[in-house]
């Protein structure tokens, strides 16, 4: 099974703040990963697809980049609405393995 | 619009069996391979069992396999998720999602992650 690994497991920042929450791969996954976006007590919502294409109604200051192992989701103004966890996918090979999740907490 | 609606979750001893639904509309469901994931509380996301659009197709997580049989009924828009042989392990709350298709950077079209998905359905395994 691939493995996927985030860093960091949990951030705290202010908003206005820029971040990155990064992802590897265990192995290459071309760019088959996912970013969601999930709140507390509500499904997961995809943000990001194939590593930097936007999914429909996601705010432009969500993006993302990487290709084989290593990805990034950067945000690049934090919104009072962006405090919540983050996980990465890879949907490379099954089964779709998700990262452990980073949640972004205020500061 | 697009809406995945999961049922059949509950309380349920170890050992015994529970089946979970999934109904869908605002689609054409039988043109979409369909994903279960699960979250313990306080966990993480853990991906379950998928299965392609006519059916034909279907891949399990370890941890699952030979217990959980994942089926569709594309002429009345529904999932299913027969889940045997429950372990404690196994409380969490159980999402249905759609595998998407989309263009990519290169624009190519090609599966673009889980674009719906359910409010889930909760799932306790409990003596």
């Known amino acids: 099974d691939i493995q996927m690994t985030q860093s960091p497991s949990s951030l705290s920042a202010s908003v206005g703040d820029r971040v990155t929450i990064t992802c590897r791969a265990s192995?290459?996954?071309?760019?088959?990963l996912n970013w969601y976006q999930q709140k507390p007590g509500k499904a997961p919502k995809l943000l990001i697809y194939?590593?930097?294409s936007f999914q429909s109604g996601v705010p432009s200051r969500f993006s993302g980049s990487g290709s084989g192992t290593d990805f990034t989701l950067t945000i690049s103004s934090l919104q009072p609405e962006d405090f919540a966890t983050y996980y990465c996918q890879q949907s490379y090979r099954t089964p779709y393995t998700f990262g452990q999740g980073t949640k972004l907490e205020i500061k | 619009q697009v809406q995945l609606v999961e049922s059949g979750g509950g309380v349920v001893q170890p050992g015994r069996s529970l089946r979970l639904s999934c109904a869908a509309s605002?689609?054409?469901?039988?043109?979409?391979?369909i994903h279960w994931v699960r979250q313990a509380p306080g966990k993480g996301l853990e991906w379950v069992a998928v299965i392609s659009y006519d059916g034909s197709n279907n891949y399990y997580a370890d941890s699952v396999k030979g217990r959980f049989t994942i089926s569709r009924d594309n002429s009345k828009n529904t999932l299913y998720l027969q889940m045997n042989s429950l372990r404690v392990e196994d409380t969490a709350v159980y999402y249905c999602a759609r595998e998407g298709w989309g263009y990519d950077s290169s624009g190519y079209y090609r599966n673009s992650g889980f674009d719906y998905w359910g409010q889930g359905t909760l799932v306790t395994v409990s003596s």
């Open positions: 194939a590593a930097s």
């Open positions: 605002g689609f054409t469901f039988s043109s979409f391979a």
């Open positions: 192995q290459s996954i071309s760019s088959y």
